[in-house]
């Protein structure tokens, strides 16, 4: 992966000034490089990484098993492509195995994610099936720990 | 006996004429103060891999908690025998060229006491690792100090140990890339060094454990140039690439009949290094590739953010290649470097270690350690731009 992508992914607020500094490059090219990748829409957006747990802690997620009946021309894209568009859909996947998507579903309540399921996905034509699993807790998520780590442990000033 | 002062000169001469190092000293300031910025540590701010640490609990539960061979584990010699042929370009038979040892410090002592007779000198280059002089005479060497400069980027050249060698003159002494200035030396410079090693008939013992991380040359091991590997005390250890320095754990690759003499030393003092860090060494070595990139390449822009840094404030620093320290030129400001440090760690909460920790020749120099993250790098550089602006230059 190219470095400057490394360095965005780690920390997307980190200026280009200091990317630059780090890469040893002009500025000028990694803003020239920052706009090319998002023209090319290598980078999709930009997003904080959050502890949902502490923002709101009734918040419910689930993860969602589905198995669809792919359509002729358009496979699995159709169908999961339709399926994306509900915003309630946080992310979807074509996964191998004993099911074809998954899902991971937001909703303020239980009774939220229940409804969508019942009422939104599994009446749509082409799915087949569904099993839900609710998350009890987050450990990780996008690499990152959501629990606090030990503070450095070094000593200050070593040979 | 009547107090501490007939105590102390019960002690031995050589033990008690030594100083504590420089650094031990830095450190106990310090520790007194509350929200410094360190710059000044220097071991790797990365987590060891938890791969490596996930297996060492393993290694705990499955009671990997005895005596090893005193050489160390026949398994984790082979597996450091193919690893060293690979990177530094020197075979070794893990059968009796190799030793595990208790860090490179270790290997080290172990070395120096096999090979000196009292009198025997030692060159080495400064500024060096703080413990460098320490041990050579405590193994009762004479060391000969070589000043590497920066105007060729603290290389060492043949002229400079010509200067300083002499008909009693045993060892050579070799740490690159270097701490603390972050130097490292190209095939030619080696070529040098190696002949010179060979005309004089020198053991040269090279300390390499920064050797994975270089950042704009691969390393070059003076071991495998020919020759060299029968005349060589090459050592390393797993405390920088793999950040594993609690771990105490290093290593001797060496001709037999060295590494014999060293073990027998080892032997009797030491017995065998930690079962537990020897199975996380192994563990290492399986899979070292991605964790060591990962890291270097991070350093590498550590690296390039502080260059840029200093040039920006007007503090003249020779590029370093690699390690993972920078060691700036503060002489303009008219400063002693230690007290350039302490006023630096008073006015603004940075800690740097003074050059002159690292030997003489280190004066008018402070060594930054860049093992810590970008955000602390960034607020140092800013708080070190604030206070050089203040100083008058000289």
Same mark, same amino acid.
């Given at each position: 992966?190219d470095?400057?992508l ?5 920390n997307?607020?980190e200026?280009?000034?200091n990317?630059?500094?780090?890469l040893?490059?002009p ?8 706009a ?8 999709r957006g930009y ?5 949902e747990?502490q923002v ?9 098993? *589905? ?5 002729r021309?358009?496979g699995?894209?159709?169908i999961?492509q339709?399926? !994306?568009r509900?915003p309630?859909v ?5 996964m ?6 998954l899902?991971?579903v937001?909703?303020r309540?239980l009774?939220?994610?229940a409804?969508? *399921? ?10 087949l !099936?569904? !099993? ?5 807790k ?10 606090k780590?030990s503070t450095?442990?070094?000593l200050?000033v070593?040979? | ?6 105590l102390?000169n019960?002690?031995n ?8 190092? /420089? ?7 310090? +520790?007194?103060? =509350?929200?410094?910025?360190?710059? /000044? ?6 987590? +060891?891999?938890?791969?490596v640490?996930?297996? +060492? ?8 908690t005895?005596y090893?061979s005193?050489l160390?584990?026949l398994e984790?010699r082979?597996a450091?025998?193919t690893?060293v042929? =690979? ?11 190799i030793?595990?040892t ?21 060159l ?14 405590f193994?009762?060497g004479?060391?000969l ?7 060729n ?14 008909p ?6 070799l740490?690159f890339p270097?701490?603390?200035t ?7 410079d080696?070529e040098?060094?190696?002949?010179f090693a060979v005309?004089?008939?020198l053991?040269?013992i090279?300390?390499e ?8 040359a691969?390393h ?5 140039l020919? /020759?060299l590997?029968?005349?060589?005390i090459f ?5 920088k ?5 609690g ?8 001709p ?8 027998k ?12 860090s020897? =199975?996380?060494?192994l ?10 990139t &990962?890291m270097?390449? &991070?350093?590498?822009?550590?690296r ?6 200093f ?8 590029r ?12 303009k400001?008219?400063?002693?470097? =230690?007290?350039?440090a ?7 909460k ?5 050059? +002159? ?7 008018g120099f402070?060594?930054c350690?860049?093992a810590?993250n970008m ?6 550089m ?13």
């Amino acid at each position: 992966m190219d470095e400057l992508l490394k360095i965005l992914q780690n920390n997307a607020l980190e200026l280009p000034d200091n990317i630059a500094r780090m890469l040893n490059i002009p500025v000028a090219e990694v803003q020239k490089k920052i706009a090319a990748y998002e023209a090319q829409g290598v980078i999709r957006g930009y997003q904080a990484i959050l502890n949902e747990e502490q923002v709101d802690p009734e918040k419910v997620t689930a993860v969602i098993e *589905v198995k669809v009946t792919p359509q002729r021309e358009g496979g699995f894209d159709t169908i999961a492509q339709r399926i !994306s568009r509900f915003p309630e859909v946080r992310s979807a996947y074509l996964m191998s195995g004993t099911y074809d998507l998954l899902l991971f579903v937001e909703g303020r309540s239980l009774r939220e994610v229940a409804s969508f *399921v019942s009422e939104r996905l599994s009446p749509l034509e082409g799915v087949l !099936s569904t !099993s839900t699993h609710f998350m009890l807790k987050t450990y990780k998520r996008f690499g990152v720990l959501m629990h606090k780590e030990s503070t450095d442990e070094r000593l200050s000033v070593s040979p | 006996m009547n107090g501490s002062a007939s105590l102390r000169n019960r002690l031995n001469t050589v033990v008690r004429d030594i100083p504590r190092s /420089g650094i031990r000293d830095f450190f106990d300031i310090v +520790t007194t103060m =509350k929200d410094v910025i360190s710059l /000044g540590i220097g071991e790797p701010d990365f987590d +060891t891999p938890w791969h490596v640490r996930e297996s +060492t609990v393993f290694a705990l539960e499955r009671g990997a908690t005895h005596y090893t061979s005193n050489l160390g584990y026949l398994e984790l010699r082979r597996a450091l025998s193919t690893y060293v042929a =690979k990177n530094f370009g020197a075979e070794y038979n893990p059968e009796d060229q190799i030793l595990i040892t208790v860090g490179v410090s270790e290997a080290l002592d172990l070395a120096l006491r096999a090979l000196l007779n009292p009198g025997d000198e030692v060159l080495y280059h400064e500024p060096c690792y703080v413990s460098y002089r320490a041990t050579i005479l405590f193994a009762n060497g004479v060391p000969l100090a070589v000043e590497t400069r920066p105007h060729n980027g603290f290389r060492l050249t043949r002229a400079m140990l010509e200067a300083k060698v002499t008909p009693r003159t045993k060892v050579l002494m070799l740490n690159f890339p270097n701490n603390p200035t972050g130097a490292i030396m190209s095939r030619a410079d080696l070529e040098n060094i190696a002949a010179f090693a060979v005309e004089r008939d020198l053991i040269v013992i090279t300390d390499e454990i920064y050797g994975e991380l270089t950042y704009d040359a691969p390393h070059q091991s003076i071991v495998s140039l020919p /020759g060299l590997r029968e005349r060589t005390i090459f050592l390393h250890g797993f405390s920088k690439a793999w950040a594993m320095t609690g771990f105490r754990l290093g290593y001797a690759c060496g001709p037999a009949e060295l590494i014999e003499a060293m073990m027998k030393i080892h032997q009797y003092t030491m017995l065998c290094a930690s079962s537990l860090s020897q =199975k996380a060494a192994l563990e290492a070595l399986i899979r070292p590739e991605q964790d060591v990139t &990962e890291m270097v390449n &991070e350093y590498r822009r550590r690296r390039n953010f502080l260059a840029t840094a200093f040039a920006d404030m007007g503090v003249e620093c020779h590029r370093p290649l690699g390690a993972f320290y920078a060691f700036p030129s503060v002489a303009k400001f008219g400063l002693p470097a =230690k007290e350039f440090a302490l006023r630096l760690l008073a006015d603004e909460k940075v800690a740097v270690v003074p050059g +002159t920790a690292f030997g003489e020749c280190g004066e008018g120099f402070v060594r930054c350690a860049y093992a810590t993250n970008m955000d602390n790098i960034k607020e140092a550089m800013k708080r070190l731009k604030r206070f050089t602006a203040k100083l008058p230059v000289r």
